[in-house]
Every structure is written in structure tokens, then in C-alpha cells.
């Protein structure tokens, strides 16, 4: 009875925690992208973002998407050749994208002989501080390279002079900035990494669950990145925040005892999102149901034996696998250059294991920490209330990336 009622607790937690983040657009992450071409007589750049993100400029005049953009990048982008600004050559036009997308191109007047240029991007930082904006820059022909603009990092020097020698070293070194950023930026995967070694003790599983975790998702990458696999991104998204709630409801099940009466439970939300696709057509396919249905039932009822735990570091591989198709959305939006493309994968594969690394070792001395104290923290009480908090966090993810909430 005791286990029962600790079960219940958790789960209505779960559902509070879901009700309250409805508000919340912390997940979303804000992000735009564009191409520069500078050659001796004009500098044209090219920006892409995501329609909804485009809502966060909307004011009561209800532009259309593709102005309110256009209007909001001439009144925020600028380039400068040391002091002087490079005026606007044309105004801002709107260009075909692909659907849920807006491009507008804008050209500048430069004269890259006159020396380096400095690009200056504002854009959606007023509007969310956490915004990234990725910018891919090619001059006459050279091969392209990247830059981060963040809401510290608004201004970038743009050398226009790379020699053949350093363009792999520079490859490597700017992707892995871009890879470290990438997981840090990403509350979802930390989410994930936090719920899969909450409940270990030993180092060494710690060393197997990563080494897992990460194969799985080196695969991914790289196979979206070189255009072998297309997954659907939106469902990546749904399913990475089911992993997310799964794993959770994992670490509830395992102190509880219950991981079939939690398997029910996720598989009757799970049914519900079914019936809402049959009756309306909105979220998820049936065929994405099932699957999600099924992986629940194969993986909770099952995750407290003994041989499921130890064949723990293989399933983590399949989650790897999951999250390596988001990793590299990223990296498809931004498109990377042919010439560079092993260098560019390898820069931003080693970045997101060195955040990885650090986020992993951070929590695990959190959590030594909490166990020294048990006198002031019931371990067994935090490791509930984070169960929980990942467990809702997981499943508003999932269900708000299902219906295009979020």
C-alpha cells in the first residue's frame, strides 16, 4: 500500500508539473540561420527561420510573417568595414522556402579590398535572450566557413584571407564550439542525461551508460549529416522528449515497484493521442503511436530484472540513436560545406562529447553531494521530486512537440 501511494504522489506530480509548464516556452529553442556570399562587388545574405519563431516579433498589426521579418532584419543586422557601415544595397526581399520556414535575402555594399568586415547580428535577442543564430560565410569562391552569434557574441570579425593549410584545423575548432553550444542550449538532452544516471551508484555503470549513449548517437549524426538517413524532425522531437519521460517513469518504477502499473498508464496517454489522430487528424501518426506503445511495453516491465539491467548500456545505444537524429538537425539546418564535411562532423561530434562530459560529471558530484548529507536530504525524496519534475518535463515535450505546441 505504501508503494501504491508513493506511485500515485509521483504520478500526480507529474500531471501538476504538466498543467504548470503550459505557460512555459523554455524548450523551445530559438534559433535562425544564414548564408553569406561576399565577392568584390556585393555582400548578399540569406536568412532562414522557422515560422513560429517569427511569431515572437508579432505585435497587434498581425504583419504578415515574411515583412515582419524582412523589417525586422534591416532594422537589426548590419555589416562594417572597420568604422564605416556598408549601406543596403536593395531592400529586404522575400524569398520561396520550404513549408513552416521564411527566407529573406538582403544585400550590402562592400568593397573587401578595403580589408576585413565585421558582421552584426541583433536579431530576436530582444525578444529571447537565449536565441542562436548560426551564420555559414563563403568569400570568392574560398570555402565557407561558420559562426555563432549569441546574445553575448553579437559581432563577428570576418577574415577574408584562409589559407588552404589551416582550413581543417579551423573546420574542427569552429564546430566544436558549435557542438559545445548545441548541448548546452539543449534542456532536452540534458534532461535525458540527468534521468538516465540518476539512479546509479558506481562509476563504472556510469562509464557503459555514456559509452552507450554516445555510440548510439554518433550513428545518427553522422548518417543524417552525410544525407543517408531523413528522419521527420518533428517526430524526433516528440520522441526525444518520450525518452525523456520514459526513462523517468523508469526511476519511479524501479523504487517503487510498479513498472507495469506505470506502462499502463503511459500507454493509455499514449492510446488517447491514438484516438485524437483517428478522430482529427492532429499529432502523431498511429503508426508513431504503436511504436511508442510498444517500446513502453518492452522496455518498462522488463527494466527491473536483472538481465535488463545489465544489457542497460545496449538499449542506452537505441536511445543514442534517437537523440543523434536531433543533434543533427543543427547541423542540417545549417548545411555544411562538401570540401569540409568529415572535419565539420568530427569538430561538432568531439564538442557535444566534451559538453556531454561536463554536464554528466557535474551532476554526478551533485549527486555524491546529496548523499552525503542524508541527514538534511532524504536521497530517496530527491530522487523522487527529480523523477518526477523529469518525467513531466519529458512528457510536455513530447506532447506539445506532438500537436506543434512548442
Not at 578595403?114 to 558582421?119: A, P, R, T, V
Not at 569552429?174 to 558506481?202: E, K, M, N, P, T
Amino acid at each position: 500500500m505504501r508503494k501504491l501511494t508513493q506511485i500515485i504522489i509521483s504520478l500526480l506530480l507529474l500531471i501538476g508539473l504538466m498543467v504548470s509548464s503550459l505557460e512555459s516556452q523554455a524548450h523551445n529553442r530559438s534559433q535562425s540561420f544564414s548564408d553569406w556570399a561576399i565577392t568584390n562587388d556585393r555582400t548578399e545574405a540569406v536568412f532562414t527561420t522557422k515560422s513560429r519563431e517569427i511569431t515572437r516579433l508579432q505585435t497587434l498589426t498581425n504583419q504578415p510573417l515574411d515583412a515582419l521579418f524582412s523589417n525586422h532584419l534591416v532594422d537589426t543586422v548590419s555589416v562594417f568595414q572597420g568604422d564605416l557601415p556598408c549601406s543596403n544595397s536593395d531592400s529586404a526581399k522575400s524569398l520561396p522556402s520550404a513549408l513552416g520556414y521564411v527566407r529573406v535575402s538582403l544585400d550590402f555594399d562592400c568593397d573587401p579590398s578595403l580589408g576585413d568586415i565585421s558582421i552584426n547580428i541583433n536579431s530576436f535577442f530582444s525578444a529571447a535572450s537565449s536565441h542562436v543564430h548560426y551564420a555559414n560565410v563563403a568569400f570568392d569562391g574560398q570555402q565557407s566557413r561558420q559562426y555563432l552569434f549569441t546574445d553575448k557574441q553579437r559581432q563577428h570579425e570576418i577574415s577574408l584571407l584562409v589559407t588552404s593549410s589551416n582550413r581543417w584545423f579551423d573546420s574542427v575548432r569552429q564546430f566544436i564550439s558549435l557542438g559545445v553550444d548545441h548541448i548546452f542550449g539543449g534542456l532536452d538532452h540534458i534532461a535525458f542525461l540527468a534521468a538516465l544516471i540518476l539512479l546509479l551508484r558506481r562509476f563504472k555503470d556510469l562509464v557503459w551508460i555514456i559509452t552507450g549513449f554516445t555510440l548510439g548517437h554518433s550513428v545518427t549524426l553522422a548518417l543524417t549529416v552525410m544525407g543517408w538517413v531523413m528522419p521527420d524532425l518533428p517526430v524526433v522531437e516528440a520522441t526525444i522528449g518520450f525518452t525523456i519521460a520514459l526513462v523517468a517513469a523508469e526511476n519511479i518504477g524501479t523504487l517503487t515497484g510498479y513498472h507495469r502499473y506505470i506502462a499502463y498508464f503511459l500507454a493509455s496517454g499514449l492510446a488517447l493521442m491514438g484516438l485524437l489522430n483517428l478522430i482529427f487528424g492532429v499529432g502523431l501518426t498511429i503508426l508513431s503511436i504503436l511504436g511508442l506503445i510498444l517500446l513502453t511495453f518492452a522496455y518498462l516491465p522488463l527494466s527491473d530484472t536483472k538481465a535488463t539491467a545489465n544489457l542497460r548500456p545496449l538499449i542506452t545505444i537505441g536511445f543514442g540513436l534517437i537523440h543523434g537524429f536531433g543533434f543533427a538537425s543543427a547541423l542540417t539546418e545549417i548545411g555544411l560545406p562538401d570540401a569540409q564535411l568529415w572535419p565539420s562532423l568530427l569538430g561538432f561530434n568531439i564538442g557535444i562529447e566534451l559538453g556531454q562530459l561536463f554536464i554528466v560529471a557535474s551532476l554526478w558530484l551533485v549527486m555524491k553531494q546529496l548523499r552525503r548529507v542524508t541527514p538534511i536530504i532524504q536521497p530517496r525524496l530527491a530522487i523522487d521530486l527529480c523523477s518526477a519534475l523529469l518525467c513531466g518535463l519529458g512528457f510536455y515535450w513530447f506532447v506539445g512537440r506532438s500537436y506543434g505546441i512548442i
